[in-house]
Nanobody, 121 residues
Framework: VQLQASGGGLVQAGDSLRLSCAASGRTFSSYSMGWFRQAPGKEREFVAAISWNGGSTYYADSVKGRFTISRDNAKNTMYLQMNSLKPEDTAVYYC???????????????WGQGTQVTVSS
C-alpha cells in the first residue's frame, strides 16, 4: 500500500483543517488506518486510528472531541477532520496503515509522507 497525505497548511488557533490520505492498491479496505504526528524536537506520536470498515475508532486524549477520523473505502481515502485547532497541534502529520488496528497504534507497516500543519496563536 502506498499512502499520500495532503491538506496541511497554516491556520489560526480555533480554525479547522481536513487532512486526506489517498491510498493506492486494491486492498485498502482490508487495512486499519491511522494518523500520527511529529512536532519539532519531539517523538512521533499516535493521533487517531480507524478499523478497516470504520466500525472502530481510537483517539489520543489530546485530540479527543476535536478531531474525527473517517474513511471512504470506495475512494481509497482516509480523512482527519481537525476542529478547534491549537498551537500545540502544530506538527507534521503522517498517515499509516497496518492489518491490525492494535498493532497499527504502535508499529504501522506502511507510512505516507507527511503534511505540515501549523497553527498560529
Amino acid at each position: 500500500v502506498q499512502l499520500q497525505a495532503s491538506g496541511g497548511g497554516l491556520v489560526q488557533a480555533g480554525d479547522s483543517l481536513r487532512l486526506s490520505c489517498a491510498a493506492s492498491g486494491r486492498t485498502f479496505s482490508s487495512y486499519s488506518m491511522g494518523w500520527f504526528r511529529q512536532a519539532p524536537g519531539k517523538e512521533r506520536e499516535f493521533v487517531a486510528a480507524i478499523s478497516w470498515n470504520g466500525g472502530s475508532t481510537y483517539y489520543a486524549d489530546s485530540v479527543k472531541g476535536r478531531f474525527t477520523i473517517s474513511r471512504d473505502n470506495a475512494k481509497n481515502t482516509m480523512y482527519l477532520q481537525m476542529n478547534s485547532l491549537k498551537p500545540e497541534d502544530t506538527a507534521v502529520y503522517y498517515c499509516a496503515a497496518h492489518g491490525n488496528i492494535v498493532v497499527l497504534r504502535q508499529s504501522p507497516t506502511y507510512w505516507g509522507q507527511g503534511t505540515q500543519v501549523t497553527v498560529s496563536s
